[in-house]
């Protein structure tokens, strides 16, 4: 038995060899995790006919699972080598993405609810302004930053729902026969239909150009209504919806990296802090609704206040 991997819960992954196979066991202290999740969705997705973990043995009480081996390369490890292979990556990523949200079934997963969403946003003004940057938002600046959330959850909530992964990028996506296979999946909600699309185009890292994102939106567009999917059927407000979901993503990762360093001593998150706030500060100049988070980012990132922004 040898580690196999980590992420940033309290789960552990270690590749067991024998007779000449590799299973992964996982080992998920359940004072912390719950498997229960991650049994049943892996039974979703298997069911749409795409490549989850098949659990061989479990023992939830104690928080063991033995599962499939998918490989021990993800697409992240592959494209780090070698971004030719973007594209043929790419595609397969967003048909099985297609594939998953074409077996939604209302009722299956837990909603991606207004609650939810805001306590995500929480976590930017609570750990990353607050318990990292130490900065303390003045009365008029919480006001701001309220109006962009409420933007926000307006666009997001008027989206139609479907399946949602909910960390669907290269990291959780492995070299496989089919391919891709699909991990980290245990926290999937049934919310907006563009969430996994901004995961998948603004990764947390690894970082692409602003024509390569474009042309995977449009395939993954164009194959979603092939598919019957309730996407927009103007790119336009598609690419829109995708843009202000992965803004409230990237304003919730900002403060999941911190609370992982302050709370959990996972430092390394940080270094894909400013990843972030480059996904963030060009979004929110673009749109009026969104504008008033741009002084808060030049608080944030030590620039002078915008033109027509006071506090």
Known sequence: MEPASADASFRR??????????????????????????????????????????VLAASLPRGFLLLTDLGTQTFLQALN??????????????????????????????????????REMGLFP????????????????????????????????????????????????MISDPS?????FQDAVYGPITYDVASLMRDAFISWDAQEVLDWS??????AKKAGLPVPPDFGEFYR?????????????????????HRDGKKGYLEDTPRFLGYVRPVAERYRELRPLVPILDLVEGRSPAVGFTF
Not at 218 to 223: G, K, L, Q, S
Request: aromatic residues 10%; hydrophobic residues 40%; charged residues 20%.
């Open 13 to 54: 992954y270690f590749r067991v060899h024998s007779g000449g196979e590799s299973f992964i066991a996982m080992d998920a202290p359940p004072e912390h995790e719950n498997c229960e999740p991650f049994v049943r969705i892996a039974a979703l997705i298997r069911e749409a006919g795409l490549n989850a973990p098949d």
């Open 81 to 118: 080598q070698d971004r030719s292979r973007a594209p043929a990556l790419f595609a397969d990523a967003i048909a099985a993405l297609v594939t998953w949200q074409s077996a939604s079934r209302p009722g299956v997963l837990p909603p991606y609810d207004e609650a939810l969403l805001r």
């Open 241 to 261: 919806d995708m843009e202000w979901m992965g803004m409230q993503r990237h304003l919730k990762v900002l403060g999941i990296f911190a609370r992982l360093c």
């Open 180 to 184: 891709p296979g699909i991990l980290d």
């Open 126 to 173: 609570e750990w990353y302004l607050g318990r990292h940057l130490g900065l303390t938002l003045s009365a008029p600046q919480q006001e701001q930053l309220e109006s962009v959330f409420n933007a926000l959850l307006g666009n997001v909530l008027s989206q139609s729902p479907v399946y949602v992964h909910r960390d669907y990028m290269p990291r959780n996506l």
């Open 218 to 223: 449009i395939r993954y567009w164009e194959r």
